[in-house]
């Protein structure tokens, strides 16, 4: 049985689940509103303030989505009470970001500077010039996000420039050494 599948799900003070033919959830809460299409497979049932899921059969794709599907409702029930973040720091000298409005303007080294609009439902804070915190209630949605301003300027091994997670940390690299 799995392990993760098997827990139930308990629903906060405050949040309603709606369970919809073909397995669409929809889940409602002081943050917003998240909603989308499980595996019709899988069973989600309600009962009172506590939601299950369980499979059909022990086949190795119901087990593997057994897990996925408790954890996707999960993640949506913890989205619209408390929402998720996810910081990013710049490091070099010259990086820095600035917002205007609902972009997110980076300058990283490049002749130009970089613009990222926000998602829909994503917003971008600013502390200082050099942290970024990206927030939302779709865990999916910050999580890409955040990999791809990442991405604008990865972090390098040897002086540890560019953006990473405040949680990351570099593998340095020695640099070469001159010939004696």
Do not use: F
């Not at 689940?17 to 299409?37: M, S």
């Not at 499979?55 to 949506?76: C, E, I, S, V």
């Amino acid at each position: 049985m799995s392990r993760i599948g098997k827990m139930p799900i308990a629903i906060p003070a405050g949040v309603t689940v709606d369970i919809a033919e073909n397995n669409k959830v929809t889940v409602k809460g002081p943050k917003g509103t998240l909603e989308r299409v499980m595996v019709p497979e899988m069973e989600i049932k309600k009962d009172g303030e506590v939601i299950t899921v369980s499979r059909p059969n022990d086949l190795k794709r119901m087990k593997a989505l057994h897990g996925l599907t408790r954890t996707l409702l999960n993640n949506m029930v913890t989205g619209v009470t408390n929402g998720y973040e996810k910081v990013l720091e710049i490091n070099g000298v010259g990086y820095r970001a600035q917002k205007q409005g609902k972009k997110l303007v980076l300058s990283l080294g490049y002749s130009h500077p970089v613009e990222m609009e926000d998602p829909e439902g994503i917003e971008t804070v600013l502390e200082g010039q050099n942290k970024i915190t990206v927030k939302g209630i779709d865990k999916e949605k910050v999580g890409q996000y955040a990999a791809e301003i990442r991405d604008k300027r990865r972090p390098e091994p040897y002086k540890g420039k560019g953006i990473k997670y405040a949680d990351e940390t570099i593998r340095r690299k020695v640099g070469k050494t001159g010939k004696k």
